[in-house]
């Protein structure tokens, strides 16, 4: 069974750092471009980042450029979501995805297997 696996949510103040971490189960994510989405409350899923399989290419949507930092680790079949300097704003819940090799995107419809999300707040 093909499955995405979201772990390391969790609260936290704002300024501090978590990194979450996104496995796969059932497949291989070297082969797949992985993006990272968000769900703030009340609003609509958008894009936080995605990895490319071929060369480990990013790409950042400008809300979280420079703090945010997507890595991929092939022998444990795990990409992560390191977020510093976090904001109230980052609050959402945070999800995975992969796609087939292609060029890179945060089309969340180009995406065919998603994660079930982990919660992350930011509060004082």
């Known amino acids: 069974q093909v499955q995405l696996v979201e772990s390391g949510g969790g609260l936290v103040q704002p300024g501090e750092s978590l990194r979450l971490s996104c496995t796969g189960s059932?497949?291989?994510?070297?082969?797949?471009?992985i993006g990272w989405f968000r769900q703030p409350p009340g609003k609509e899923r958008e894009g936080v980042g995605c990895?490319?399989?071929?060369?480990?290419?990013?790409y950042y949507v400008e809300s979280v450029r420079g703090r945010f930092t997507i890595s991929r680790d092939n022998a444990k079949n795990t990409v992560y979501l390191q977020m510093n300097n976090l904001k109230r704003e980052d609050t959402a819940i945070y999800y995975c995805?992969?796609?087939?090799?292609?060029?890179?995107?945060?089309?969340?419809?180009?995406?065919?297997?998603w994660g079930q999300g982990t919660q992350v707040t930011v509060s004082s």
């Open positions: 059932g497949f291989t994510l070297d082969y797949h471009n």
């Open positions: 990895i490319s399989n071929s060369d480990g290419s990013t």
């Open positions: 995805a992969a796609t087939v090799p292609r060029l890179l995107t945060m089309d969340p419809k180009a995406y065919d297997y």
